[in-house]
């Protein structure tokens, strides 16, 4: 602790459960097309290792830095990766809202998202925390940045659909 | 994104986290009894396979359209199906509200329930997401229609409790 | 249902989420040396299986009662002990508020808490519920007791990070 809370008023702790809560919820219902949506047009999403994030190695399994290569990464994910098909669900704990002023929020969130392919039992893919830079919009609240630290390094197979 | 947030207040916020939580942990804490009387009397409970819902079939592995058809599930739970024991635990993602009005309330909300039986690891039973639609009474909010969509076809041995 | 949802306003609700979210990311983030600081001097800290809770068994896996015997177990598990190296991950419901009063609050929540080792995939190190008592200092909220009621009784390995 040491430090106190940081201020937040009510309408802005709704606003940011409701970013997170339809961020995943648009991936898991499959409506990708929200996805870019959810970011400012300008902006940093990053999937990336533990490890790799905790040595300040810049190396990501994912990392785009616009709205256009969210929207590109969207057309892969829908129209070119061939996989298996599965169904994703995400469990996020509340955010720890670290910063909160009139530029923004800084809050991070861990995270589980499931697997369930057809025919077959639940599994874990992948487990961690989101680092976020939110920023306020005329539409409301956006990422400017949204990093996911991923603990397990070791993937069955890949990730294809966005954490 | 697209539209604004519905506007709730901060009471209504509250009672619907604690709708959602007491709800959970009377099914974990084996307090069967209490499950009834979070619906209407009146009402809609289903368990249904995601894959049936998204194609609008009707099927679904529970289905109660009143209260005391939940009682008599109480019923059954308790007194007349043999099963293997095992105790359940509900995680609950923050609720994402669609609608608020005087009426009430329609949200939705990920979960993961885990089953760990005695002497065993714990498995992911279900995963999936709550549909509600929630109406005020003079004992505070209460379920109109809780259906519970699971990603996972395939169920280890049975669901005997409520999700 | 039955009762009111005790009355807690947003600032306590927003300092209560804050220092669960703050607890488990302590924790997960391996800054342990901050465990201490999240109780008060005098205290309660018991890691005990779901079985021995419900029969009033004595017996706990773990169990502390001040903060110095937690500064001694941050030393035993940073210092002493040896175990092969993990990352653990808390995902926590939302708080089920019971009391909340000039005192304090008592509330609970369920958790699940993943371990991933290298090369491994995640897996299920622990779930169950916090049982908690919370008091007012002038440093803002602590435990004065934090009981962890987990439903697995068989854990892979040990325990060795508190949960």
Not at 7 to 36: K, T, V
Not at 64 to 81: K, N, P
Request: hydrophobic share 40%.
């Amino acid at each position: 602790m040491g430090s106190a809370t940081p201020h937040i008023g009510f309408e802005d702790w709704l606003a940011l459960q409701a970013l997170y809560a339809d961020y995943a919820m648009a991936l898991d219902q499959g409506e990708l097309h929200r996805w870019p949506g959810f970011f400012t047009e300008v902006c940093s999403y990053r999937l990336q290792s533990r490890e790799n994030f905790e040595r300040g190695l810049p190396l990501c399994t994912l990392a785009f830095e616009s709205r256009a290569m969210l929207m590109d990464r969207v057309h892969g994910v829908v129209d070119t990766i061939y996989h298996d098909p599965y169904w994703q669900r995400h469990v996020v704990g509340a955010p720890r809202v670290l910063e909160a002023g009139d530029e923004g929020i800084r809050s991070e969130a861990s995270y589980v998202v499931l697997r369930t392919k057809r025919d077959a039992m639940p599994e874990i893919l992948s487990t961690g925390r989101y680092v976020d830079r939110i920023v306020r919009t005329p539409e409301g609240l956006r990422f400017a940045e949204r990093h996911c630290i991923f603990d397990n390094d070791l993937i069955a197979n890949s990730i294809i659909a966005p954490i």
